[in-house]
Structure formats: C-alpha cells, structure tokens
C-alpha cells in the first residue's frame, strides 16, 4: 500500500513504480503492468518520490538520507520480472524537496529556498499629501 500522498508512476515502456511501506518503511518497488512478473523491490534503505527516465531504463528516488539515488532497470521483452541494477546517488537535496527530471535523465530541476539575504528599509513617508504643497 502505498504511504499517504504518493502515487505510482507509469513508465512508457510498460511498468509502474512506487512507493510501499509493507515492510515497515517506505520502499520503492517496480511492477510490469499489465502482465505477469511481480513486483520487484529497487531501493535498499528506503525511498520516496519515484520517477522514470523516458525511455524506462532509469528510476530516480529520493533516499531517507535526502540524497536523490538513481538505479538502472532493464525491463525484459517476456514479461518476466524487472531486473533493477545497484542503486546509486547521484545528489544531496534539502529535506522534504521536490524534484523533476529531464526525458534524458541528466538534468533536474529541484525547488530551492531563496537564500536569506538583507532586505533594504523600507521608508514611511506620512502626510505625503501634505508636504505636497
């Protein structure tokens, strides 16, 4: 089942992916759909806000350590179960971020906060209409 407020993902080559915390922790897995072959397990310390490259040979998840993980999936022509390579992180994000990524997988686009800078004062200028005059 999947944890609250995250919903699998469809690749174009056939299979979804998403997040289950059957195991006590959520955990990515990768399923063909539709067709035989179960679902197959692809991250290994847990993982949330899965996504596919374009052409299905890459997923991307955020690790509990915030570090998004890249793990290559080889999809066999049979239907018989994905075949998920190491996972690998690619990157550190800022707790809780979201992020998109490019079809070719080799770009992101991460939400960043504004790094806090002096903001200018901010002058009142009262009885404006008077001093007009």
Known sequence: MPPRGQAPRSSHAGCFTGPSNESGRNEIYVQPFPGPGGKSQISTNGGVGAQWRRD??????????????????????NGA?????????????RPGSEYATSPDGQRFLINMPLEATATAPITVI????????
């Open 126 to 133: 009262l009885n404006w209409a008077g001093r007009k005059k």
């Open 56 to 77: 299905g040979r890459e997923v991307f998840f955020r690790s509990p350590d915030n570090r998004v993980t890249a793990v290559p999936i080889t999809i066999p022509a």
């Open 81 to 93: 179960a994905v075949e998920a390579g190491t996972p690998g992180a690619l990157f550190s994000v």
